[in-house]
């Protein structure tokens, strides 16, 4: 299994708009962030897990050279302000592609991309299909063959999905670990899991340092990796007590 941290910034990257680099270090090129977004890659598939506005670029960037199908968290502009492009991307992939979202999720997807839903002939001309699939709130599906779990997590008003594959867990976008989720994250290779605010406190829904080590606590995994990292964090202060992600950061599993 091959992982590419394809973004590791939050909603507004690092650095912000009009150069705004909060507290995070400009000389350090790991501080400099697109919007959170992984690709996941295993026996010859290729799974995209968020489409966020800097989704071209991400695909240019890492030579990505294909996307079998997609795995929305939720719907906020940072995780899904890509989707438009999707049907340009079957046109010059030649193939479908499935693109997988919670129920109330693929409700705000509808209320977003409602033309994407009504024909792909609109959207782009020759396009191949999209083919919308709902997941589970909760519990195990199938994507491309590959079987994975998923599990809704607390974030703000909504919920975001996290989901796992083998010894792999993606969480994002959360604030608390629901108590139906924790068995999910037992016995983990490797926890990839969003600490937006870092050592600050704020009532954004997000996590932060104190919520990561909880966490942790609770489901021990071998190995724990920082991503949605924001302008409030500085990498290097981070990296005192956790391992950070960065734009283009390959992991092997």
């Known amino acids: 299994m091959r992982i590419t941290v394809l973004g590791s910034g939050s909603a507004y990257g690092v650095p912000m708009i009009f150069n705004t680099w909060g507290n995070a ?3 350090n090129p790991e501080n400099c962030r697109t919007r959170a977004s992984i690709l996941l890659q295993d026996k010859g598939k290729s799974i995209l897990i968020d489409c966020g506005p800097d989704f071209r670029e991400q695909i240019n960037k890492n030579n990505v050279k294909n996307i079998d199908a997609v795995l929305i968290t939720h719907c906020h ?3 899904i302000a890509g989707i438009p492009e999707l049907p ?3 046109k010059l992939l030649n ?3 499935e693109v997988y979202a919670a129920r109330n999720t693929m409700q705000g997807l509808k209320e977003n991309y409602g033309y994407l839903f009504a024909g792909q002939a609109e959207a782009e001309p020759d396009s191949k299909k999209i083919e919308w699939k709902t997941l589970p709130d909760c519990g195990s599906f199938t994507v491309c063959g590959l079987k994975m779990e998923t599990a ?3 974030h703000h008003h909504i919920y975001s999905s996290a989901f796992r594959y083998k ?3 993606y969480v994002t976008d959360w604030q608390e670990m629901p108590t139906q989720a924790k068995s999910m994250l037992q016995n983990l290779k490797l926890l990839l ?3 937006n605010n870092g050592y600050e406190k704020a009532a954004n829904g997000h996590s932060d340092i104190d919520n990561i080590k909880k966490i942790i606590a609770d489901v021990s995994p071998e ?3 920082l991503t949605h990292i924001s302008a409030r964090v500085d990498d290097k202060a981070l990296r005192k007590e956790f391992e950070t992600a960065y734009d283009g950061m390959v992991l092997e599993i």
Do not use: G, N, Q, V
């Open 167 to 169: 010894d792999f867990a």
């Open 152 to 154: 809704l997590f607390p």
């Open 223 to 225: 190995r724990t990796i």
């Open 95 to 97: 193939h479908s592609i």
């Open 77 to 79: 502009y940072d995780h």
């Open 88 to 90: 340009r991307a079957t």
């Open 25 to 27: 270090d400009m000389s």
């Open 193 to 195: 899991i969003e600490c």
